[in-house]
């Protein structure tokens, strides 16, 4: 009996070290999603197909042991329906657009069974981790391709490969990344029992990694990013009651804002430039047509408004009620973006996705709400509000490196945490439990 519990034992950890390592290559594919034409070469035979997906089977696998009736009921339904409506609207698509529709379903559906290992596992703050650590990679090669213009970071210059990225996503990757920094500095050491005191260096360290990427998000000149990333931070800021916290938080944006002040005339030079521009203020940039193109092209078809256009179906229609404004694909095809989530979604899935998407809304704010009540943190309820405000400038379910966050939302919804699994006590603590059994005796 003892050899087959001790061969048990080992199978288990040997299974949890196997689905912790799928985790870090999951966590690595999403981050670096972004770089990775510049890795696999685009333009030619790829060395891994869509590694942003590929790079997360092992994880999906893994995650296979633990889908159980428990495990799933505890997500919410409605999210199951929305992922299984997106994977069904590929059937209704546009030929041409069908393999897009399809990796867009399937980045979505699997952040659900990476999200259950990750619940399992508790291993959200390593997912948070390796997130941070990517993006700071993201961060160093938007700088070497800068050419001397950091006045725009995202948009990297290959001569082999051409443009590679966008400087908006690069700045919601930056954004989210600093988001991440204050929770796990804010954070408790662990959420079972009294949290222990975390240490000075600890804070300055996390302190410092949001200011870089605080930095970062001015630095890509997106106005999206950077009011969704200013007003989560405050929302925090406000919510939270630690003075040592407020007090290197608000130290960590004052230096922040004194160095690229002192740097205005190139740092912030873009950035400026873009929100004194009265044309842009006034209709959104060019959000304004698009999105008036996007009410127009939902009455080409009685189909549209019943079920829409399908998964990836939104840009090729889009674009022939916005042609000056569409861009020319590598397939010959011409697209827009909507740049608004809630719009892509209305146009993809009509009236049936409207009703659903709404659902789906307000049973993650729910739940976010009552998991951050029991935890006492706001760690749920800040990712997903910098999730709904970046929405309404960006299709965020179609950004590459969305994968590893959607996956840690839906273990955090599930239960999860970012705080450490464990707790380690204090000499003196260890002291007292090892006499309690004797003064017992």
Known sequence: MQR?????SVDTTGFRTLATASLVLAGVAGGLA???DVINGRGSTPLI???AITLCLPAVACSIRYWTVA??????????????LMLLGVTWVDKTEFGRGAVIAVSAAISIPIGILLHQLNRCRLMAKIFIATS????????????????????????????VGNSNAFGGQMAIAAILSVLLFLSPESHQGRASEVRIST??????IAFVFYAAVLMSASRGASICVGVTTIAILLYNRITTAKLFLSCAIGFASLFLLAADSVILENLRTRFQNQDELGSFGDRLPIWEAAYE???????F????MGTGGVEKVLATHNYLHSVMGEDGVRRRATHNSYIEWILSYGMVGLVIGAGLVVAMIRRARWWDKQRQSCERSAILLYALLFSMSTCVYRLLYIGPVAAMMVALLMGASLARPKMALHRSERTTMRSKPALAA
């Open 305 to 308: 408004i019943w079920i829409g």
């Open 136 to 163: 700071a990679v993201h961060f160093a090669v938007a700088l070497a391709h800068a050419d001397g213009n950091i006045a725009r970071l995202g948009t990297i210059h290959v001569d082999e490969l051409g443009r």
């Open 34 to 36: 972004p770089i990775m």
């Open 4 to 8: 087959r519990h001790a061969a048990v």
């Open 71 to 84: 495990r799933l009921s505890a997500i919410p339904p409605i999210m199951l329906v929305a992922c299984l």
């Open 297 to 303: 092209s939902l009455w080409d078809h009685p189909r």
């Open 49 to 51: 197909p869509h590694p």
């Open 203 to 208: 804070r300055i360290y996390w302190v410092a």
